[in-house]
T-cell receptor, first 113, second 111 residues
Framework: NAGVTQTPKFRVLKTGQSMTLLCAQD?????MYWYRQDPGMGLRLIHY???????AKGEVPDGYNVSRLKKQNFLLGLESAAPSQTSVYFC????????????FGPGTRLTVL | LAKTTQPISMDSYEGQEVNITCSHN???????ITWYQQFPSQGPRFIIQ???TKVTNEVASLFIPADRKSSTLSLPRVSLSDTAVYYC????????????FGQGTTLQVKP
């Protein structure tokens, strides 16, 4: 039981490049989330999903897109990376409901030059 | 404007009780308060969750006063391994995805 895994662990991009972060969970959770973590700002919700085929905007969705084609996977895309998107990205999942306990992945450190 | 506020840092000594307060003055009747612990280079880990009054589990207690504008995470008899960042999370607007984390409190436990 791996829990929540994230791929890749580290990535460096140039401004304007695109990339996709992959989150996978093996707990059969309905809800999945993408956060970004910046120094002094805690974690901020980017997008979330309440089930396969659904997505919704969080607090800071601009510049990101997401997809949930399979229940166990939640993809976060950056179409045209900007230096302001340099951050640590965390994926999380929960069994049911926004208030349910969230299980976090180990994070992806992204640097945009 | 929904906002979750915590102290930036706290120091303690081994064996002491530590109380970390979170302010959330726009919380609604049905909003939950959850606390997470984070170690360097790891994702946050659930500690405790509450809705009102007091909740206790094997690692912590959560106190929520009647007005619910703040909450206090209590860690009994901390050890060096409790050195971490502690986050308060509030789900504003009752289950509609408005999840707001505090900026985190760095707890340093000294021997």
């Amino acid at each position: 039981n791996a829990g929540v895994t994230q791929t890749p662990k580290f990535r460096v991009l140039k401004t304007g490049q695109s990339m996709t972060l992959l989150c996978a969970q093996d707990m059969n959770h309905e809800y999945m989330y993408w956060y970004r973590q910046d120094p002094g700002m805690g974690l901020r919700l980017i997008h979330y999903s309440v089930g396969e085929g659904t997505t919704a905007k969080g607090e800071v969705p601009d510049g990101y897109n997401v997809s949930r084609l399979k229940k166990q996977n939640f993809l976060l895309g950056l179409e045209s990376a900007a230096p302001s998107q340099t951050s640590v990205y965390f994926c999380a999942s929960s069994w049911s409901g926004i208030t349910d306990t969230q299980y976090f992945g180990p994070g992806t450190r992204l640097t945009v030059l | 404007l929904a906002k979750t506020t915590q102290p930036i840092s706290m120091d303690s000594y081994e064996g002491q009780e530590v109380n970390i307060t979170c302010s959330h003055n726009n919380i609604a009747t049905n909003d939950y308060i959850t606390w997470y612990q984070q170690f360097p280079s790891q994702g946050p880990r659930f500690i405790i969750q509450g809705y009102k009054t007091k909740v206790t589990n094997e690692v912590a207690s959560l106190f929520i006063p009647a007005d619910r504008k703040s909450s206090t995470l209590s860690l009994p008899r901390v050890s060096l391994s409790d050195t971490a960042v502690y986050y308060c999370l509030v789900d504003y607007s009752g289950n509609t995805g408005k999840l707001i984390f505090g900026q985190g409190t760095t707890l340093q436990v000294k021997p």
